[in-house]
C-alpha cells in the first residue's frame, strides 16, 4: 500500500502557506483516492474526518486529512497520522462532471 502520509511539520508550513498567501486560482477540487481515505477512516477511535487546506513548496494546493474522535477532537500522534494523498483540479478532473462546470 502507497504511504500516503505527512509529518506534522510539512502539514502546519503547508496549512501556514495557504494562510498566508492564498492561491489567486483555486482548486475546483480534489481526487481522493479510496484505498487511502479507507485506511483513514479504520484507524482506531475515527469517526470523522476533517479536512485542512494547504499549499506545498511547488504551489500545488493540498487538501489534508486527518482522522476525528467521538469528541470533535483532532486525531495527531504516532497513531493517528495526517493525509495528503489528494490531487487537485485541475489537472486531475472529471471534465463532463456537472460540478466541474456548473
Known amino acids: ?35 487511502a481515505l479507507t485506511e483513514l477512516l479504520a484507524a482506531e477511535g475515527v469517526v470523522d474526518v476533517r479536512a485542512y487546506m494547504g499549499v506545498d513548496e511547488t504551489g500545488t494546493q493540498k487538501l489534508m486529512l486527518v482522522g476525528v474522535d467521538s469528541s470533535g477532537k483532532d486525531l495527531i500522534d504516532e497513531e493517528h ?7 487537485p483540479c485541475p489537472s486531475c478532473c472529471d471534465t463532463s462532471s456537472p460540478l466541474y462546470n456548473p
Open 81 to 87: 497520522l495526517i493525509y495528503d494523498f489528494t490531487q
Open 1 to 35: 500500500m502507497p504511504d500516503f502520509t505527512i509529518s506534522l511539520e510539512e502539514a502546519q508550513t503547508w496549512a501556514l502557506s495557504w494562510r498566508n498567501n492564498p492561491p489567486k486560482d483555486l482548486a475546483k477540487g480534489h481526487l481522493i483516492p479510496g484505498e
